[in-house]
Structure formats: C-alpha cells, structure tokens
C-alpha cells in the first residue's frame, strides 16, 4: 500500500528553547533522513519531549531554523510544512471517542469516499494486526495495543517524519517486540523516525543513529566509536545517573 | 377539593385546552430564549477554548471576570441595557426598548459568562493531548476545535443547558427590556409575576408547569448522552 520510498532529508539547526530561567535546549542540530531511525537519549527533563514537539510543529522553539534541501528557513515559517508530514505520538497516546476504526478513520483525507475509507482502515488493521480489536472502544485498549493503533493512525497520515516519545515504556516483551517490529517496518517503507527512549537496548535492529541529550545540547555518539547498544547504555547511565 | 387543587387542575385544563394566550407566552418565551444562546453559544464557546488551552497575560483575569459576572443578577444586566437601550443611552437610536430584540440582548448577555465559565471548566476536563493530536493527524484549527468540542461534549451540554434553563426563567432583564407586551414580549416568567399579582394563579401555575416540564426534559436529555451517570470502570 505504502511502499514508495520518500526522499526526505531535513536539517534543523540552531534550536534553543528556554523555560523560565531553564535552557532546555541550546544550539541543538539535528539531521533527518527518511527511512533512518535516530535514538535520541538523555535523563528525565533533558528536554527529548520538548525537542519532538519542536520538529513536530507543536512546540514553538526561542529559535531554530529548517533546512529542507531548498534553503534554509527559520522554524516559524515551516510550521504548516512540518506539520503536513510529520506526526509525533505522545509518550501516552491520545485516543478519540469510538472505536479503533474510527480513530483511524480521523487521519484519511477528507477527500477520500467511504468506500476508499474503509478500504484504507481495513489495510491498515491488517497491517498492524488489529483486526480483532477494530471495534474495540480506543478508550479501553492496552498500553501495547494503544501504542499500535496511535502508530496505525499515524500511519495512514503517510508522515515523512515519525517522532515517538518513549513508545515501548512499561510494555510486556511480546507487546514490545510488535511495536518495533511495526516501526521497522515503517522505515523499511522510507519513513524517518525519531525515537527519544531512556532505554535503548530495545531499539537495537531499529537505530542507525545514537543521540544524547545533555545540558541543552544534542552530540552524536556513533560518530565517535563503533558502539553497540550494550555500550550505548553504559555510556548514557554514566554520563546521565 | 381545596383552593390549590382546582386552581392546579385549572391550570392544566389551561394548557392542554389550546389557550391561544397562554401558548402565544409559551412562543414568545422560547423564540426570545432559543435566538439568545443561538447568539451566545460560538462565541462563548471559543472564548472558552482560548481560556482553556491559549496562554496569553490576563488570562486568569479574564476567567475571574467571567466567573464574577455569573453572580450578576439578572435585573442589574437588565437595568444596564435600558440604561443603554433607552432614549438618551449610548444605543438608544437603535429603538429597541421594549421589543423582542432587546430581551435577546439582555438574555444572550446573560447566558454568556455562564457558557463561558462552565464550557472553559469543559474543556479544561479534557486532555491537551486531544488537541495536539487532532493537529498533528492533520486537522486544521477548525477540525480539532470540532473534535475537541465533541470529546467534551457532556460538558459543553451542561453549560448549554443550564444557560438556556436560566433564561428561559428568568424575569428581571426580560421585564424591564421587554416592557410585557402581550402577544409581543410578555414571556412565561413576566407572565407568571403578572398573573399573581393580579391573583389569577392558574395561567401561572400552568406557565410554572411549562417551565418544569421543560427543566425535566432537558435534564433527561442529558443524562441520556452523558450514558451510565457513574465512574467507569
């Protein structure tokens, strides 16, 4: 259904964001790429949510600006451009009223008929396994089914960017494995995905890039050393706890 | 049968006979009151939403405003718009005093701080997340002020009803806006401090009726959309 490969590569740079006498962010560069997992780590309050929400459109930075191959523009002026193809999950996502299929339904295109609709819904179950809880209330699901669903909806908005906070927290093995089993496959498809996890031996198959968070700043751990994750972890309870 | 039945009886002989006075009240009441929350309702309500998700200075001002403005009787919002409605008022060139235009106006200003204070306690219930989600699916400011409305519906129902319960009644601003004009302006709470005073409590007794059953059936309706009335599980 979704297999062309989108050629996104977004630069954004100069990031600074301050709360109250808090820099949360300073100076902070990132560069996108579609169809790459960045891993972005640092402690509680390092400001990971605060940078999603940023690239997201949601959050508007102090500063910061966007590079999408034809210029570079500051943030303000790509917020519509950034917020028609990206879509960032909440570390718990927020479920309409209804069921499964209608929340779903709520990323298609108005344009679309419902024949289409239903259609797209019903790929889109299929996709992720969801069939048998399609006609579930949304309001009801499990932390792992919840977690899938927001994924499937955001799916079917076909984002160049997917930016998800904290999405294996405080789920079982089984459940874990098929949320990144669903985000593998949504990179295989060209999506550009943005991870922020405190954990990230859990994202082993998924990442291409490491990124911690600190004091505002945002450095690249793999451009320094052939890590593994196992390293990775090290490195961030060291430099973190 | 004591004095209270037969006149309780009378009353509801009154109603039900098709007393053509009686129902003309019962029109002007509810065109008055149902043109006045039509008026108020969009924009209190995204005046509520600003409150409840926009953070701007002055903000908790304005919703102490609003909340203060919900003590106002309605006989001081009354005295206010013929202050500004009569002859030598700021408005007074419009002629509205004493028409059907002006009760509006004194009840969609009445109506208004209530929709405001309890539609901003609605949406406040309801999780940023909804809205944020809603735009980043793709919705447009319209859409996810639409989805965020139905996410707090049962909320934005009560606000609505209990404005439109508290209009509807009430008969200080409709009396001196309004001037109880038979077959004009004369609604079903002027009508009923009239009739008593004149000591035909019947047509007050029957317009009371009115006004219960309307209180009722309102109430019921809520309940119905806010389903099982207890926690969830």
């Known amino acids: 259904m979704k297999t062309d490969i989108y050629n996104t590569h977004i630069n954004f740079s100069d990031i600074r964001k301050r709360f109250g006498q808090k820099q949360i962010l300073d100076n902070s560069e990132i560069e996108i790429t579609s169809g790459k997992c960045i891993l972005l780590c640092g402690k509680n309050g390092s400001g990971k949510t605060t940078f999603l929400r940023i690239i997201a459109g949601l959050e508007t930075p102090d500063s910061g600006f966007v590079n999408t191959g034809l210029g570079k523009y500051h943030w303000k002026k790509c917020r519509q451009q950034l917020r028609n193809s990206v879509v960032y999950l909440h570390q718990q996502p927020y479920m309409f009223e209804g069921d499964v299929i209608s929340n779903l339904n709520f990323s298609l295109d108005n344009k679309l008929k419902q024949k289409q609709r239903l259609q797209r819904i019903r790929s889109a179950l299929e996709w992720a396994g969801l069939e048998s809880i399609a006609e579930n209330s949304a309001k009801t699901l499990s932390g792992g089914e919840l977690q899938r669903v927001a994924i499937t909806r955001a799916w079917l908005r076909n984002p160049k960017i997917l930016l998800l906070d904290e999405p294996v927290t405080n789920m079982d093995y089984e459940s874990r494995l098929r949320t990144i089993d669903l985000l593998l496959n949504l990179k295989q498809q060209g999506v550009a995905l943005v991870v922020s996890s405190h954990d990230p031996v859990h994202f082993e198959a998924l990442t291409d890039n490491w990124l911690q968070l600190s004091e505002g700043r945002l450095s690249d751990y793999t451009s320094s050393e052939n890590i593994t994750p196992i390293h990775y972890k090290k490195y961030i309870y060291e430099h973190t706890y | ?233």
Not at chain 2, 48 to 67: Q, V
Not at chain 2, 150 to 165: D, M, N, P, T, V
């Open chain 2, 1 to 233: 049968m004591d004095d209270s039945t037969s006149i309780t009886l009378e009353a509801i002989h009154l109603l039900f006979s098709g007393d053509t006075e009686l129902w003309a009240i019962i029109g002007v009441s509810f065109q008055v009151s149902t043109t006045a929350i039509l008026i108020s309702v969009p924009p209190a309500l995204i005046i509520a939403f600003i409150l409840a998700y926009a953070d701007f200075p002055g903000r908790r001002l304005l919703i102490s405003i609003f909340n203060t403005l919900l003590a106002v009787p309605a006989v001081v919002i009354g005295l206010t718009f013929y202050l500004l409605l009569s002859r030598q008022g700021i408005l007074g060139d419009w002629r509205l005093l004493f028409t059907q235009s002006a009760m509006v106006m004194g009840q969609a200003a009445l109506s208004f701080p209530i929709l405001v204070a309890m539609g901003h306690a609605a949406f406040q219930a309801i999780d940023k997340r909804a809205w944020e989600t809603a735009r980043t699916l793709g919705a447009n400011r319209i859409r996810a002020f639409y989805t965020v409305m139905k996410e707090a519906r049962f909320g934005l129902l009560a606000a609505l009803f209990s404005a439109y319960g508290r209009i509807i009644a009430e008969v200080g601003a409709s009396m001196m806006l309004g001037g109880n004009i038979l077959n004009y302006t004369r609604n079903i709470p002027t009508a009923i401090a009239l009739e008593t005073s004149k000591g035909e409590f019947s047509q007050g007794i029957a317009l009371g009726l009115v006004l219960i059953i309307l209180a009722f059936t309102l109430n019921t309706f809520l309940q119905y959309f806010q389903g099982k009335g207890h926690l969830s599980n």
